[in-house]
């Protein structure tokens, strides 16, 4: 049992296990069907604690569906996965800058708008 990797639902692998086991461990519950979206997991379908982390403490992954991605893969997916993050990050950066020139334009124009009154009143 492992902790449980960031999900995505897929429409061909979801809801309520239909058989009695796999449970969970520490609730005895069925596991709902998930598929990781996380690094070199991504794709892969599992067994899941159904306890959401927000109603108490998760079990984890209780079964793997799918064997292990070959080595290739995995490389390929972690490559694709610190590309995606490296794109956000940048795109996080240039929001800030742009927001930081917002700000900036922001306060220009107001001291504008106050020129421009004291001018209106001085005529």
Known sequence: MQETP???VESLFCGQLELSEPT???????????????????????YGCPVQQSEGVN??????????????LQNCLSRLWDMYHEQNCGRVVDKQ??????????????K????????????
């Open 6 to 8: 960031d999900t995505t």
């Open 59 to 72: 079990c984890g992954v209780t079964e793997w569906v799918d064997k292990p991605w070959h080595p290739i």
């Open 97 to 110: 800058k742009y927001e930081k020139h917002l700000a900036k334009l922001k306060t220009e124009n107001d």
């Open 112 to 123: 504008l708008c106050i020129e421009y009154t004291k001018l209106v009143q001085d005529v």
């Open 24 to 46: 969970c461990m520490m609730h005895h519950m069925r596991p709902i069907k998930c598929v990781a979206f996380e690094g070199t997991l991504t794709g892969r379908r599992f």
